[in-house]
């Protein structure tokens, strides 16, 4: 009688437990939306203002990392050679992302193991450290194209400076912005939202975003790219046919 | 880039190509990459705007019979052959990441010494009467290129040379079109009426027909090989290009051919200084990064 109480008492409480969870992983700490989950390179595309909302239903601090898709990038670095300057050295990085920007509600007052989190969860300038693909000894020179690779991106817009802000509507509804300029890669770009607190992490969310090209663009370029060959023979035409449109307007 | 910027720029080659007669594709490369078009786009995309220039230059002087079919069929078969070398050539660079050094090293070498040799000729003429010289095969042969094999006869320029001549000649412009985006008449033409002897009036008629062909194929091997070339691109320019140089050909009539050739050979040289400048002074970057 006794043993099949506690058996009882104990698969109740499994049960409560199993309930409980269930209710809390069903309950999201962090619910974030993008304003489109798009981005269409258009003709006359100019750069484009990325809207992030989000609501979190727990205290605690929120950042936003967005990344573009990886890519291998070459550093080269000029050299003065007979009197000219040309490029004479170089070092190859993988998975570079074409794009990286982030957003924290908190700007400053980070203390050690908030700063070892966020790290450890890809967030800040401080992670985009790459590794030469092959390994080089000299750790100075490393360093020097490390930091070139970074300054470069920075120039071209494709990596912040510094992190941008959350903007808190209410207690728990925030809003950020980011910039994508004019040059921005194409590509599938994850956005991942985290919620942190006491330098631990709460929760993460992650959604999609597309940057591609569209329109009259992106079926030219599509065109140019999957049958070259043709798309060669029509512009030899094309400049063919505007040669002898050039010729008879200038008869007339 | 902004549309309008490549269409002013198309505008003004097109301008200065009807006031000094010149293609102007030795202008229009520089001038897209200055602009921040990458070189190999720059390169693809002039030799597709070549192909409409040759195609509406060669019309009118095929109307008039200035058209050697036999010798330039010669020189495009060496054109074509030169044009693909030219293209392993400039992916062979792209791939050393020398193609942009090697692009501004060329054109300073050439717009430098293009430039030097108008300005001095044009400089010396004003000061001497042009002397008159016969049109027709008014040089001698070059004893070397007369032992030559494979002679043949080339009835309307009255020409008895080897074929390997216009080949090569031929040739040349082809890798010149294909790693610099020029049609290359500024030398082919010197060369066909020195080295080959031709008319001048025949030689420039001659030069233009084989640039299409040259520049079309160089077109098709950017297009393939290298995917640089961007047809909206070259649309503008052409475009542009059209309507600036009907206002260079009103202009021209005003202005003393003389004067038009200073003009042209100080903006050469320009253009050339501004290239060499680059190459000279210390970058404020030493350090470009470029995706695999």
Known sequence: ???????????????????????AMAQKNLTID??????????????????????????????????????????????????????????????????????????????????????????????????????????????????????????????????????????????????????????????????????????????????????LNAQIYEFATQRSFYYGLICVFIAVFAGWAINVIRNQ | MPAETIFLLGATVGFLSGVFGVGGGFLTTPFLIFMGIPPAVAVGTQANQLVASGMSGTIGHFKRGNVDVKIGGMMLCGGVFGSFIGIMIFRLLEYLGQIDFAVSMLYVVLLSSIGIMMLSESIFSSFKKKTVKSDFNALRVNPFIARLPYKMRFPRSKLYISALVPISIGFVGGILASILGIGGGFLLVPAMIYILGMPTILAVGTSLFQIIFTTAAATMMHATLNNTVDIMLGLILIVGGVIGSQFGINFARVIKPNHARIILAILILAVSARLAYELLVQPLELYSTVVM
């Open chain 1, 1 to 23: 009688m006794g043993r099949i109480n506690i058996i009882s008492i104990g698969i109740l409480c499994f049960a409560l437990v199993l309930l409980v969870s269930g209710y």
């Open chain 1, 34 to 215: 993008l304003a489109s989950d798009h981005v269409d390179i258009t003709t006359g595309f100019n750069g484009a203002n990325l809207h992030l909302f989000g609501v979190k239903e727990r205290p605690g601090d929120v950042a936003v990392v967005i990344r573009g898709p990886e890519k291998e990038m070459t550093v080269r670095k000029k050299n003065r050679m007979l009197g000219v300057w040309m490029n004479t050295e170089y070092m190859s990085f993988d998975d570079v992302p074409a794009y990286y920007d982030y957003a924290i509600s908190k700007q400053f007052g980070f203390n050690d193991a908030e700063e070892i989190m966020l790290r450890d969860n890809g967030v800040g300038l401080s992670t985009l450290v790459f590794e030469p693909r092959d390994a080089v000894p000299d750790r100075e020179r490393v360093r020097s194209f490390q930091e070139a690779l970074i300054r470069n991106k920075q120039m071209q817009h494709l990596f912040p400076l510094e992190a941008k802000g959350i903007e808190f509507l209410s207690n728990n509804f925030f809003r950020t912005t980011m910039y994508l300029p004019a040059n921005v890669p194409t590509g599938e770009y994850v956005i991942e939202t985290l919620l942190f607190r006491a330098g631990k992490l709460i929760d993460r969310s992650a959604t999609n975003l597309t940057v591609a090209p569209v329109g």
